[in-house]
């Protein structure tokens, strides 16, 4: 079983089409993250988030094994660390960071095929990417601008929106995240109702080594 995800995921169809809109979806960002980067001057930190919802019961805690098995086995070629961490909320984090943007793009995809194949499709929330602005020596480290910033895909619209969350604070740059949305709404698929930028506060990011 493992094996065939990793031959369905090898890097050379990182770029393929597919039928799957999930897919499709996630892989967008193998470009669209060039236009952050030239346009905005934001890098990713080559970490994301797979946010679940946890479901009790034998099934469900053996398919986290075999996730875990996919990102153990899968770690020589996409070069990927991952820890897991249950937050307040009663959601499961899976969360990794690679070398490049590729390889958390092919890791998260890898993760999402082992849960729905499972049947657990409708307790995936979303997969969050972590990106920050390039820091110069004359920036000004209080800007906003440097604070984390996020693209969420949600997995049940599948489609990309923006969070910019206040340091310490339950609340959100929206002009920021309008830049954003200004910036690659027009190259990866993208949530045009904003009353469905759901908030995420206390994302476990920190829990992980920059």
Known sequence: MIDSFLKK??????YRKSN??????????????????????????NRCGICIKNVDGT?????????????????????????????KYGYL??????????????????IADVIVDRGFKDQMLAAVFEFRK?????????????????????YKREKFYPFVPLAS?????????????????KEIPWETDMSVWYPMWDMPFNKMRT
């Open 20 to 45: 799957d809109h999930r897919e499709e979806g996630i892989f967008s960002l193998s470009s669209g993250y060039i236009t952050l980067q030239t346009k905005l001057d934001l890098t990713s930190t």
């Open 134 to 154: 390039t820091v110069s020596p004359n920036s000004n480290l209080d800007s906003p601008q440097l604070e984390p910033q996020f693209l969420i895909f949600n």
């Open 59 to 87: 099934y469900f805690s053996n398919t986290v094994e075999e996730v875990q098995e996919f990102l153990r086995i899968s770690n020589s070629e996409f070069r990927t660390e991952h820890i897991l961490i249950n937050d």
């Open 169 to 185: 604070q339950e609340k959100r740059h929206s002009d920021l995240e309008l830049v954003l949305a200004s910036i690659i709404s």
């Open 9 to 14: 995921l090898g890097k050379g169809g990182l």
């Open 93 to 110: 984090w899976i969360m990794i960071k690679g070398i490049s943007i590729e390889d958390i793009l092919v890791a998260s995809n890898g």
